[in-house]
């Protein structure tokens, strides 16, 4: 099963994408309509600054708009009263939610709203100042090696390669991630598909587009 993550402000777009296994989880993945969360609330505390989105939240689901059953009980991502502070400033205050597999959600606020801040903790590239954040029921503070096993995390702007092609990039972070054989060829060649990026895997990178390299970092991040 799979949770997106989604961050966003004009012009930027941060995903987190979790990964978790069950009895199924060698099926083929379902098509279904995803639920979409959207919360807002920030308040200027001084002029460019922000404090945490922690007032005014609204979320709304596909389900619940049609009369449908609620997600499932076991979130793959849950923040619980999350706070980061750097010094008098609270770049992350008190913030909660959960996501459920299969759920799409939108977070979204300002400049300096402490949404990044927010993605580094997910991504156990920060620590917060109070609170914690389970992925998959592991802790970023307790068990951040167990969330980098499970999660993976696509910024708005990565780490290219231009010695490399489209498929020696991909095949390259395969391995990284300890696939071996004929797992890492079918993995590299879903992510190719899945992309729409099969036509041009002997494309050097450093040739690439914006739009095409930001293709090519959610093959990395799958």
């Given at each position: 099963?799979?949770?997106?993550?989604?961050?966003?402000?004009?012009?930027?777009?941060?995903?987190?994408?979790?990964?978790?296994?069950?009895?199924?989880?060698?099926?083929?993945?379902?098509?279904?309509?995803?639920?979409?969360?959207?919360?807002?609330?920030?308040?200027?505390?001084?002029?460019?600054?922000?404090?945490?989105?922690?007032?005014?939240?609204?979320?709304?689901?596909?389900?619940?708009?049609?009369?449908?059953?609620?997600?499932?009980?076991?979130?793959?991502?849950?923040?619980?009263?999350?706070?980061?502070?750097?010094?008098?400033?609270?770049?992350?205050?008190?913030?909660?939610?959960?996501?459920?597999?299969?759920?799409?959600?939108?977070?979204?606020?300002?400049?300096?709203?402490?949404?990044?801040?927010?993605?580094?903790?997910?991504?156990?590239?920060d620590l917060p100042t109070a609170g914690d954040a389970l992925i998959c029921g592991e802790s970023v503070i307790d068990k951040p090696d167990g969330v980098r096993r499970v999660l993976g995390f696509?910024?708005?702007?990565?780490?290219?390669?231009?010695?490399?092609?489209?498929?020696?990039?991909?095949?390259?972070?395969?391995?990284a991630y300890g696939l071996r054989g004929a797992s890492r060829r079918e993995a590299v060649e879903r992510v190719l598909d899945f992309t729409e990026l099969g036509d041009l895997v002997n494309k050097?990178?450093?040739?690439?587009?914006?739009?095409?390299?930001?293709?090519?970092?959610?093959?990395?991040?799958?």
């Open positions: 099963m799979r949770a997106g993550f989604t961050g966003c402000r004009p012009g930027r777009t941060w995903r987190l994408l979790t990964r978790t296994r069950g009895s199924n989880a060698d099926a083929e993945p379902r098509t279904r309509n995803p639920y979409t969360f959207c919360w807002a609330g920030t308040r200027r505390t001084r002029p460019g600054h922000y404090q945490g989105v922690t007032t005014g939240v609204s979320v709304v689901t596909d389900e619940t708009e049609h009369g449908g059953e609620a997600p499932p009980s076991s979130p793959s991502i849950e923040i619980r009263h999350l706070h980061r502070f750097f010094g008098s400033l609270r770049a992350v205050d008190d913030v909660s939610f959960t996501a459920h597999p299969g759920q799409v959600l939108g977070f979204i606020g300002p400049n300096g709203a402490g949404k990044t801040t927010t993605m580094r903790i997910l991504a156990t590239l696509m910024p708005d702007s990565f780490g290219r390669y231009p010695n490399m092609n489209i498929s020696e990039y991909l095949d390259f972070f395969a391995r050097p990178i450093d040739t690439l587009s914006k739009g095409m390299s930001q293709r090519l970092c959610l093959g990395r991040t799958l």
